[in-house]
């Protein structure tokens, strides 16, 4: 049978403790380790925004199963990028934009990094040195070699490594992309300064290096989605060529809709058609017909001043709860005794948090008190009601008392 000669795959990424945590029936369990947002009751919330919309579609005034275009929903498409460029912005004017409806920010980044691959050339990556792997398997699926690292955070002082960061990107070899994270790095929590992005754009407008922006938090690290897409809109003036992508999932908590966009930047509008040729074939390929029900929503919410209002409303909700859920989480640190200054979780932006255990203490939070967390650390404090965090903060303590060493080969 064909099948008998399947091997399974060695683990690329965390995938085996997604499967454990939805098996682990302990009522003591706490997921930290998901990268959803929940309420002030520890639950999912659906904005009601999201649930007026979906009356309308389903009372057919919005409805829609004509098939859409390969590049998806127009009004979607110019909506996304006028929220990431602004209004009237040159590159879009002179025709150097092009931006095409895509699964998520996965989705996004399998376009872009097959672009790259394969028409570009471009033959390595470069990420932070602490970083979201979720996107290493998207880069090798297109060829690329694994990625490799530049100098982003100073795990001493839990601050950005500028100077490290800055000599590495001016080191690597000009065929190479460079990932970048707009705001809500992940898993740090740590962003550049508008200063320090003048700085990083600087040293990477010298080079021809290929920047791929990942904006899957827009609006969450400031509440305003303008202040958010600073490096994006720093990078598009200096008419630098690259790729933005964009995932809806965050900040209209629309995880499952899968709805996100693809941007292109070019220098030369001719440079347009021949990209566009290659998007459309590798739609083709991959789903034909892009989903309309996400980009519907999202494209209401956009295009309608009072939706938009209320969105931003939103918006400040979910930055603020989970801001003070970073502050409560350090208290209760504290009040545990839990040994190391941890202030800087309060600096930080977007959900995650970094909190230096080792693999023998994050292994006895999981199996011992049914905390789950990420595996470089990291977990989602924005899923913690306060009750979880108490719970989060004591287990913490207790994994430190019971294996105090923190030994290299521990790590
Ligand atoms: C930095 C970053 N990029 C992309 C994603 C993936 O978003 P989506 O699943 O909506 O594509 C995540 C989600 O965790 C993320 O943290």
């Not at 996004?108 to 672009?115: D, G």
């Not at 809500?184 to 990083?200: F, L, S, V, Y």
């Not at 609006?219 to 305003?224: E, W």
């Not at 598009?236 to 900040?251: D, P, S």
Request: charged share 20%; net charge negative.
């Amino acid at each position: 049978m064909p099948f008998n000669f399947v091997k399974k795959l060695k683990n690329i990424l965390e995938v085996d403790i997604g499967v454990v945590v939805t098996e682990d029936l302990d009522p003591r369990k706490i997921n930290a380790f998901h990268q959803c947002y929940r309420s002030e009751m520890g639950i999912p919330w659906v904005l009601p925004i999201v649930k007026e919309i979906e009356v309308l579609m389903t009372n057919e005034m919005l409805v829609c199963q004509e098939e859409l275009p390969g590049f998806g929903l127009n009004s979607f498409r110019t909506a996304v990028t006028e929220l990431v460029l602004g209004k009237d912005n040159d590159r879009v004017a002179n025709g150097h934009v092009l931006t095409v409806q895509s699964l998520s920010t996965v989705g996004a980044l399998r376009m872009i990094s097959e672009i790259a691959w394969k028409q570009l050339k471009l033959r390595q990556i470069y990420v932070p040195d602490s970083t979201w792997a979720g996107d290493h398997p998207t880069f090798l699926a297109a060829g690329f070699p694994k990625p490799k690292t530049y100098r982003y955070y100073d795990h001493d002082k839990h601050e950005l490594d500028i100077e490290g960061m800055i000599q590495d990107l001016q080191e690597i070899s000009s065929d190479a992309v460079v990932v970048f994270y707009s705001c809500c790095h992940n898993p740090t929590g740590c962003d550049p300064t508008p200063k320090q992005w003048k700085r990083i754009v600087e040293a990477i407008g010298a080079t021809t290096l290929f920047p791929l922006i990942d904006l899957s938090y827009q609006g969450l690290a400031s509440g305003d989605p303008d202040i958010d897409a600073f490096p994006i809109r720093l990078f598009a003036r200096l008419g630098i060529e690259m790729a933005v992508c964009i995932t809806f999932g965050h900040n209209f908590l629309l995880y499952n809709d899968r709805i996100g966009a693809a941007m292109f930047f070019v220098r030369r509008p001719d440079d347009i058609p021949p990209l566009k040729s290659h998007l459309a074939a590798l739609i083709d390929s991959m789903y034909g017909i892009p989903p309309y029900h996400g980009a519907k929503i999202v494209a209401t919410i956009l295009n309608t001043p009072k939706y938009y209002e209320q969105w931003i409303g939103y918006l400040n909700k979910i930055r603020n709860q989970t801001q003070e859920a970073r502050n409560n989480f350090v208290a209760a640190l504290k009040r545990f005794d839990v040994p190391g200054n941890w202030n800087y979780i309060s600096k930080g932006t977007g959900m995650n948090a970094f909190i230096n255990l080792t693999d023998r203490q994050i292994q006895h939070l999981i199996l011992y008190h049914h905390v789950y967390i990420r595996t470089n650390a990291s977990l989602n404090v924005g899923a913690l009601s306060d009750d979880k965090i108490e719970y989060v903060a004591e287990a913490i303590a207790d994994c430190i008392k019971e294996y105090p060493a923190v030994e290299e080969s521990d790590k």
